[in-house]
């Protein structure tokens, strides 16, 4: 077993759980990930995703002794490194891309591929025995399918430095560059988790996925097609039940439905 699901409501935990491999991300890591995510992509009752490892770990990055056979294989088109590479790189796509809020909880390393995950989410709670770093260089290889999503999390400047120096980060350290969103103590991990989920509970299911899309396309200044398809997108969901329900509970000083689901 490589994955561990739990479901409560409309709330997924998804556990990292290869021992041997500390949460590595092998071909069948990958494989996981993606059956997961192409199952909440399906899942319209979804409100939210919970990363987190198991063993002490969250995850040591890619499977790099794994990875060894493949180097027997001549390269070209079909060599089986860059297949395995490009399969990690469609996972982070992926992942970054998944419609409903992403929140990873970091109890133990996150290098490597695992840092590229913890940078694919939308939220990031670390514990004291969170690490993080880079080590790639080291290696004598390039991160190189985690850079797009480094960079946006941390910006260019503070990406390099992670990259280029190997450096490890403890949960502080990640809460001051904004790498990690807010500590906690091992003990208090499932209150806080709760509280936001409570928090994300509190958006409509359709709003929060449109805002995430919207939050993805957009760029600074904003390309020429923006303002219409946000007005459009504003416009379908003022007008569709989540809007009409918003408003009306806003007027009546109610919760909307949807909360408490």
């Known amino acids: 077993?490589?994955?561990?699901?739990?479901?409560?409501?409309?709330?997924?935990?998804?556990?990292?759980?290869?021992?041997?491999?500390?949460?590595?991300?092998?071909?069948?890591?990958?494989?996981?990930?993606?059956?997961?995510?192409?199952?909440?992509?399906?899942?319209?009752?979804?409100?939210?995703?919970?990363?987190?490892?198991?063993?002490?770990?969250?995850?040591?990055?890619?499977?790099?002794?794994?990875?060894?056979?493949?180097?027997?294989?001549?390269?070209?088109?079909?060599?089986?490194?860059?297949?395995l590479n490009r399969a990690g790189g469609q996972l982070f796509a992926r992942l970054d891309a998944c419609p409903v809020p992403v929140v990873a909880v970091v109890d133990g390393p996150a290098l490597g591929g695992g840092l590229g995950l913890v940078a694919c989410a939308d939220l990031v709670v670390a514990t004291p025995a969170a690490r993080f770093g880079l080590p790639e260089a080291g290696l004598g290889v390039p991160p190189a399918q985690i850079a797009p999503y480094l960079v946006a999390r941390l910006g260019p400047a503070r990406a390099r430095r992670l990259a280029l120096l190997g450096e490890r980060l403890d949960a502080e350290a990640g809460?001051?560059?904004?790498?990690?969103?807010?500590?906690?103590?091992?003990?208090?991990?499932?209150?806080?988790?709760?509280?936001?989920?409570?928090?994300?509970?509190?958006?409509?299911?359709?709003?929060?996925?449109?805002?995430?899309?919207?939050?993805?396309s957009a760029a600074w200044p904003p390309g020429d097609g923006f303002v219409e398809e946000a007005a459009a997108l504003f416009a379908a969901a003022l007008r569709g039940p989540e809007g009409r329900e918003g408003v009306a509970a806003f007027a009546a000083r109610r919760n909307p439905a949807w909360v408490g689901g």
Request: aromatic share 0%.
């Open 175 to 216: 809460l001051a560059i904004g790498l990690v969103d807010m500590t906690c103590a091992p003990g208090e991990v499932e209150v806080r988790l709760a509280g936001i989920l409570a928090g994300i509970g509190r958006g409509a299911p359709g709003a929060l996925r449109t805002t995430k899309h919207l939050l993805r």
């Open 1 to 83: 077993m490589t994955l561990t699901l739990e479901r409560q409501g409309p709330h997924l935990r998804a556990t990292l759980d290869d021992p041997p491999t500390r949460n590595a991300l092998s071909a069948a890591m990958v494989e996981a990930l993606h059956g997961l995510l192409a199952g909440i992509e399906a899942d319209a009752t979804l409100r939210s995703l919970t990363l987190t490892g198991a063993n002490g770990s969250f995850c040591a990055g890619a499977d790099l002794k794994g990875a060894l056979p493949a180097l027997d294989a001549p390269p070209g088109p079909d060599d089986p490194v860059r297949a």
